[in-house]
Structure formats: C-alpha cells, structure tokens
C-alpha cells in the first residue's frame, strides 16, 4: 500500500536553509561554541593472540574527547561491526569495556579504556578473526543521540589445525612466520558447497600489487604448480606451500583466500 | 642602527617559528584513518597465562561530529499524513559538520527502550523494528519537497530504507542513489559504496522519515524513541 506525506511548505525548507547558514555561520565565528549537539572521541583496538575459554584484559587507545566547556561525562559500549577479512563477533557480551563510563575534564580526553574479551571456551573459535566496535556516546537530550564507532579488530589464537565440524571456509594457521624454507597452510571448505577460493600472496592487506616477494605453490600428481586458484568440494583440504624469493627482502605481507562467501588471510611475520 | 636591524631579525625569527610552529601543526592534523602508522606494543594480556600481545594503537586525531541544526530535537508528529504510525521529521531535515579531521561514514539506527502506545501494546516490547526511510544530500537547494520521498520510494531513487531497532546500518549508495536519475549535484549524496563518506569540515543533511511499527503517543515519542546517528572512520 503507498504511503503519503503531506507536501512540507516550501517557505520551511527556505527557513531550514536560513537556519542552517546563521548556524554555520556562528560556528565559524565561534568555534568553541558547545550549544550544539557533539561528540568526539579517538582512537582504535587490534587484539591478537586471544585465548578462549579464559578472560582477559587489553589496554586500547580508545577514549572520549571533551569538546565542551565542562566536564563530560562519556559511556562506552560494544556492537558488532563488519569488516573485510573479518567476522562480525557473534555476541557482543565477549568483548566489554572496562570502564564502561569515564568523564572528561574541559578540553580533555578520558582515560583510556581497556576491553576484557571472554571468549567462550569453543575449539571452532581458534584460527578466526572477528570485527567489533565501540560505541562512544554521552548523555544527550532529545531524539538524537551522536556516537561515535570506533574500531576493534580481534584475532583469536593461531594454530596448525582445523576444526573439522566447521561449516565454512577456513584456512589454518591465520598467522605464520616466513623464511627461506617453504612452508604451508592449510585451506578447508567446511560449506556444503563446492568453492572456488583465490589464493594469493601481497604486501599490504586489502591492495593486491604485482609484487612477487613471495611464491605460492600446490602439489598436482607428481608435481608442484603456481597456487593461484584452488577448486574445493565440501569437506575438502587443500595444501597451499609458500617460501620467500631469494632476492626479496620487504615486507611479510599475507596470503590472502578469497572465496565465495568469505575472504581470510594468513599474517606472515 | 644596531638595534632596528636586531629588532628586525627579531621579528622575521619569530614570524618563522611562527610559520615553521603552524606548518607542523596542520600537518599533524591532517590525513585520513588509514594514513596513520601503526605503533607497536608488547603489553600482555593479564590473566591468560598465554602469550597475548596487543599491537597497533594508533595514534588517531579525534572524529568528532556536530549536529548544527536544528537545536530543538523533538519528534514531529504528522496528524495528517495518511500512514498509520508513521512519523515524518524531513520538515527541516538534520544537518551535521564533521569537525573532526578524519573521513567518516554513518550509520544509523532507531532504539525504543520504553514503549507506551496509544493502540495496543507492542509483541516485544523494545524489539519491534522501525522503518527509518532517509536521503542524505550535501546541501540544501531549496527545491526538494517532501512529496519526493514517496515518489522516489516508489522508483527506488533516493530514499535509503533502514531496517532497523537498533541495528546499526551503514548508509550505502547502491539501495539509496541513482545518479542517472538524479542529475541536479545538489541531491548527490557524499558517498561511495563503502557507506557514506563525510570528509573532515564537510556537511550532510538527513531527510528523515521514521515509519513505527504501531501507533504511538506523540507526548511520549520524543523521550522514549532515539534517533542513533552513528560516524565511524573510514578504513582502519
């Protein structure tokens, strides 16, 4: 059924417009005017290697900053969030801030707060990457509430194995060390779908160059060929070997798997 | 002679500093999440008993967003508008500045926590879902008029549906412009498919048109249904 709203008087939307450029106007006269609705805040998290089954504590730079001219008072709490490469956290209760409120002195930041993650002791939670945020917000009165979503990214503990019983794509292990010698990883297609999963080495996460500081190979019959695409039915296994080029010295960088539904790396350190 | 000429030197060493002092400052606040370097630590996670490792704290410069207008925030409730439970705010829209100096998308998001209705109480109290309807322009132009709400529903042009209460949803651009359809620059929103790009000094402008699941009490609804608008840094 449609739905109608009445016409909104044109000489309204002038005075908006008016409204809007006196105000835009008094900002820029006064910058330090608080009478508006604000909010402000910095920083992010990265937290790797964390355990489940156990609960722990990680120092961020996450914190509230006071814009006003009196002290503020800020509350802190986590959602999820998506990223690329990364997993929304599948209950936002693993993950909270400590503290979850802190004030703000005039012109001041808060303390920076930590986050506690307490990971359920599952097995299918090792080997993943999950991307959070943490909302900042302080009181506010009216129908708008202004936060701000800072980012936290979380990589659980790294290991050679794989869970079977997992129902998707996953690589093993998410984090490895790179040298001369070659090494491997695993890929296992957990779906009930075949995948086509692209493989693939880069420096930077996210740019894929043509830079090849880093050689990807799987075994065919008797022989080895270049990894660049791997065809896996459900329940199946791939070896992806890798090894740095003599003559490169840069960065690490990540083998990266694409497939269907999911995009994983490996952290090379 | 000796003195003018000390003074003079005086005055173009300070006005030097001055400039070296400002250059470096505005460099510092320049620059987009994802342009500032990473500083690695070795902290431990306490109580693991593992080896837990928290890298990366990045040294951001603040995002920060004002809403600077309308200061007045309360709900409007549209007594003649023929949907049942529905609440219109495009009548002025709601314009915010990114005062902050790092790209920002937005996310939005409508919470009711105590419901109080007029018709029938609500399954779920809490949980019923919203329909946030919502075109984000960079300014106004003076010629865009409520009526195109509907319009461009019905051609899915411009008007953004947001289901939602409260899940935080990004403005994207695919379900929510058309540039083929919308040719005047003013309705273009700043945005590109990851979400809503609000660059540092930039302005937006909400047109919002809020469709609750019931019918609610117009007395209540400023106090007991929030409007999230939520910024997040682009990249990072």
Redesign the interface.
Known sequence: M???????P?S???G??I??TI??IF?CLFPGFS?????????????????IG????????ICG?N?TSQMVLFSFEV?KNDEEFYEPIPDSRWLAPFPDTASAPVSGETRKIGLI?RFPNDPSLINRRFAA?V?VRQAS???????????VKIET?SSIEIQQNTHRLAIAPIKAALGRNIDSLKIFNGANLADTVQVYWCRHLGKRDESDGVELRKRALLWEIPANRVVLKPGQMEWIYYGKKENYSGLHGYIVCIGKTISLYCRLE | MVNIRFKQLLIIATLTISLVVAFLGAGESMGT?TSFSALETD?E???????????????????????????????TV?Y????WG?Y?H??????F?N??CVGANI?LAVESNSWRTSVAPPINPGFEKFLIWAIAIKS?H?Y????D??LD??TNRTACLIDTVPN?QKITSNRFYNRSADMTPYLEPPMDATGMNLHPNN?F?LLL?L?SPISIDSED??ET?????????IG?
Request: include cysteine; glycine fraction near 8%; proline fraction near 4%.
């Open positions: 449609p739905i109608h709203v009445n016409r909104c044109r309204r939307i002038v908006s417009y409204g809007i105000s835009t900002f009478g508006a609705t604000s909010i402000s805040a910095k920083g992010n998290a990265r937290l790797l290697d964390v355990a156990t609960d722990s504590l990680y120092p961020t730079s900053v814009t959602a993650t945020s909302i009165k009216g129908m708008i509430s202004l936060a701000i979503a800072l980012k503990k | 999440s902290l996670g306490e109580g693991t008993g593992n080896t837990a490792f928290v890298y990366s704290q990045f040294t951001m410069c603040p995002l920060r967003v004002d809403l600077i207008d309308p200061t007045d925030t309360s709900w549209d003649d508008i023929a949907c529905c219109a495009t009548d002025t829209g709601f314009a500045r005062m902050g996310k106004w003076g865009y008029q409520n009526d709400f509907w529903y019905d935080y302005d402008i048109l469709q609804s400023s249904i929030i409007l999230h608008v939520i910024v997040e840094p990072g």
